[in-house]
Nanobody, 124 residues
Framework: QVQLVESGGGLVQAGDSLRLSCAAS????????MGWFRQAPGKEREFVAA????????YYGDSVKGRFTISRDNAKNTVYLQMNSLKPEDTAVYYC?????????????????WGKGTLVTVSS
């Protein structure tokens, strides 16, 4: 099993920056690919960004491309999401996810492990 714990959420103003962290523990060799999804009230869970260690690639959702950056520190088994130029529409619960596959999938059903989420609120 893999445990994922997110941190770094909070209340910020539009235009501010925030960095989320996700620490993995347990069978971390199963976290070849790690990523972030988000879910706003009344909406479906949306792909934000992902990074595949073995493939050496990153992918971003269209709504965050150019503003968010995903990175990982394998020594710490941690993935980060740097969020810049935040907008009110970025308000959501952000979930960390992981999967053994080197492929990156934009749909939640292809991911195996999930954290409990951290709330990001962006005020206008």
């Amino acid at each position: 099993q893999v445990q994922l714990v997110e941190s770094g959420g909070g209340l910020v103003q539009a235009g501010d920056s925030l960095r989320l962290s996700c620490a993995a523990s347990g069978r971390t060799f199963s976290t070849n690919t790690m990523g972030w999804f988000r879910q706003a009230p009344g909406k479906e869970r949306e792909f934000v960004a992902a990074i595949s260690w073995s493939a050496g690639v990153t992918y971003y959702g269209d709504s965050v491309k150019g503003r968010f950056t995903i990175s990982r520190d394998n020594a710490k088994n941690t993935v980060y999401l740097q969020m810049n130029s935040l907008k009110p529409e970025d308000t959501a619960v952000y979930y960390c996810a992981a999967a053994p596959s080197p492929n990156i999938y934009r749909t939640p059903d292809r991911w195996v492990y999930w954290g409990k989420g951290t709330l990001v609120t962006v005020s206008s």
